[in-house]
């Protein structure tokens, strides 16, 4: 759905809303928010050119889609949040935020690799985190890092995104990927990730 979205419109905005589970999400650009619940909200943010595409035939299409999800994998899988425009100097936003009820929901919907969950869980779905790390402390990279200890540790969850975006986490950050993974503060990384690459591995991110 998002590739979809970027074909209309193109990044860059600013946005808040309080999400149905209570929390108070802000975005300055396009992102994934993964809750400590375990759902997924998805921000886009992106830059609506009026001159090839209405908005309401945008927001009817985003409905649709929603809407033909959910019959296919069940009340709630998705919802659909909040889609509105606003107009500036700069042209016209659109701010469009889904709440999903799993990242499998997530990297359907998106046509997306997408896991969050934990270690044992990680690996019975066929993850390996057999990349380099890079050390996170007090929101800043550090050096590179052994993470076995990490992967043993019952209370670190796993975060692997095959996708260019931002990604917030409800927790703190304990190290990244290298090379792929860009640490913007405690709980926000920047994941890089080139679909046409057939050698491309997912961002990781390893949370308490």
Do not use: W
């Amino acid at each position: 759905m998002k590739r979809k979205l970027c074909a209309a419109f193109c990044i860059f905005a600013s946005a808040s809303i309080i999400t149905a589970c209570g929390t108070s999400f802000e975005a300055d650009e396009s992102t994934v928010y993964v809750t400590k619940q375990g759902n997924v909200i998805g921000a886009d943010i992106e830059d609506f050119n009026e001159e090839y595409y209405d908005e309401e035939e945008l927001k009817a299409y985003i409905t649709e889609s929603v809407e033909n999800y959910v019959s296919s994998n069940g009340d709630g899988s998705i919802e659909l949040q909040k889609f509105e425009t606003e107009s500036s100097d700069d042209g016209i936003m659109a701010h469009l935020y889904l709440n999903y009820a799993t990242y499998i929901d997530y990297a359907l919907f998106n046509d997306v690799t997408f896991f969050a969950g934990t270690i044992p869980q990680a690996g019975e779905e066929g993850y390996e985190f057999n990349q380099d790390f890079i050390g996170v402390e007090e929101g800043s990279p550090k050096e590179s890092m052994d993470v076995q200890n990490l992967l043993e540790d019952e209370d670190v969850k796993a975060v692997m995104i095959g996708e260019e975006t931002v990604v917030k986490i409800d927790g703190t950050i304990q190290c990244v990927s290298d090379g792929n993974v860009d640490v913007l503060g405690k709980n926000l990384v920047r994941v890089h990730y080139d679909r046409e690459n057939p050698d491309a591995q997912p961002g990781c991110i390893l949370y308490k």
